[in-house]
């Protein structure tokens, strides 16, 4: 009798094991997808300054191999002059500051793609009139090595101008303050090539 009971319990424990490492994977698995983000900062400026703003990947757990970014922003208020700084082995861009979108595209030449936190590229953007834009970003693509989507959360930004005043500094750029979404720590990645395109003409 006292073995059976035995048998029963071990029994029991076993089950009540196996079920919590299974949630444990279930959890860990949901956790590590959600977590990954596509984010860009905010920043504020005077009219003719300008600022530049990490265009960053957040918590990759899948290597990641290649992205297309849009962003679009308000062409009255915001104008993108530069991009670059990559992360990446290969990154190109295009911005259309007539139409308020620059198109940013980047991606791993070799076979091993990125994890952890991953920066884009540096945005350099001109305060180009006074007032309030969003900078909004449409993930395109994202893919890990075997060519395969990778879920991520876009985080898009503000860009402020004010007419004039303010206090000038910030993170790169010629002035203005700027707030970045905080960084975690990651494996030292690929080391950074210089990001090529032809940016349109900004208006006068």
């Known amino acids: 009798m006292k073995r059976e009971q035995r048998l029963e319990n071990r029994s029991q ?8 490492i299974v949630v444990s994977i279930l959890y860990m698995s949901t956790v590590s997808a959600a977590a990954t983000s596509v984010s860009i900062g905010s920043a504020t400026v005077n009219v003719g300054e300008s600022v530049t703003l990490p265009l960053m990947i957040e918590n990759a757990a899948e290597e990641i191999s290649c992205a297309t970014i849009v962003l679009s922003y308000n ?9 670059d700084n990559s992360d990446f ?41 006074s007032g309030s834009s969003s900078l909004n970003l449409d993930r ?3 893919k890990n090595n075997a060519g395969v989507p990778v879920s991520a959360d876009a ?25 970045t979404p905080t960084p975690s ?12 395109g032809t940016p349109s003409p900004s208006p006068s």
């Open 155 to 179: 985080v898009s930004g503000s860009f402020t101008v004010k007419s004039s005043g303010g206090s000038s500094g910030g993170n790169g750029g010629s002035g203005g303050s700027v707030t």
């Open 89 to 129: 082995n290969a990154a190109v861009y295009n911005a259309d500051n007539a139409l308020g979108k620059t198109t940013i595209v980047v991606y791993q030449t070799g076979e091993s793609g990125l994890t952890g936190t991953i920066k884009i590229a540096d945005v350099t953007i001109k305060g180009a009139g």
């Open 140 to 142: 395109e693509t994202l």
């Open 13 to 20: 424990f076993v089950a009540i094991s196996i079920a919590a």
């Open 185 to 196: 720590p990651s494996p030292s990645p690929t080391p950074s090539p210089n990001v090529t």
């Open 75 to 83: 062409n009255a208020v915001a104008q993108v002059t530069f991009v």
